[in-house]
Structures are given as C-alpha cells and as structure tokens.
C-alpha cells in the first residue's frame, strides 16, 4: 500500500461519522488542495460495483457520504483506507473492530433493491467460534460471541443468518 502513485490514508469512524468525515490535513495538502478544481469525490469498494458520488467541502466529506456508509453498514470503531487511484476516485477497504477487513463474499452485493420497502441485501464471511450445547439445544438458541454482534458483518437490520459449521453442514437462522 506504500505505492506513492497510489497515495493513501486511513480514516477511524468515530462518533457523528454519518455526518462528514474529515480529510487528514497532510494528505489534503499534498495530493488534493490546488491539483483538482472538483469538489465530487468517486468512492468505490469491493462490495459492489456502485460508484458513489461524495461532495468534498474543504477538509471534509460530506454530501453523500451518509449513503456510502449505510450501504456498507459501516459502525463507530471501523477504520476505512482511502486509495487515491486519480482523478478524484478513491477505493476504500472497510476494516471492522477486530481490524480485520470486511470480506463481501459476493462482489456487486450491495445495491438498493426495486421494493417499496427500499432494503439493502449485504453478505459476509465472519467467522466466530460457539459452543452448541444440551441446553442450546433444548431452547433452541444460541447466543453469539459479544465480538460477533459488534462486527459489522451483522448487519442490524438482519432478520436471518446462515450458520455453517467446520464440517460444511449450514442452518438457516432467525437473528433477535
């Protein structure tokens, strides 16, 4: 990533990042100030093939912004790596609390669905270890590792999760 054709930064969410997040003021001066007259940025990612179109306001990122972060279900916490590949455009690499990158096992997954009701199809490979036992069994539940349900790789709107065990065998499931 220290290709300096393809200079770079990364970004931590902190709170409020819904809003605007800002550019790091060495990176903003020595490959954006004065060298383009566009104000638009094109964020791209692996999660789709979706460009989105993010309005730079001095230092920050702000119009737009709010979309690129709800379609990749982005939380407080998750880093983000800004790649400038030229002319405005930057591919950005999602990392999540265990600083692990989030890993879209279906590329071009994210998209606005046409129903009325406007919902968003994600999909990732997160991978967590939980003991099944008698009593998990009895009451037809298992609970999650804590580390599992802070990941981005659940999503909050999540209504049903595909569980595979070592062996291959996979269940679907009701999240709550």
Known sequence: ???????????????????????????????????????????????????????????????????????HDLQIGDILVFKHEGDMVFHVTPFCLSCCEIQYTHPHIIKEEADVDDTHSFSFDYCFLAEVTASNINEDKLYLPVEATTCTALNKQCKKIILVNKEGNSWIGSLR
């Open 1 to 71: 990533m220290a290709n300096p054709h393809e200079p770079h930064f990364f970004k931590p969410l902190l709170p409020g990042f819904h809003d605007g997040v800002t550019i790091p003021l060495s990176f903003f001066s020595q490959h954006i100030q004065g060298k383009t007259n566009g104000k638009k940025w094109k964020l791209r990612s692996d999660a789709s093939d979706q460009t989105w179109e993010v309005i730079q306001e001095g230092r920050r990122l702000t119009g737009g912004w709010k979309d690129f972060t709800t379609a």
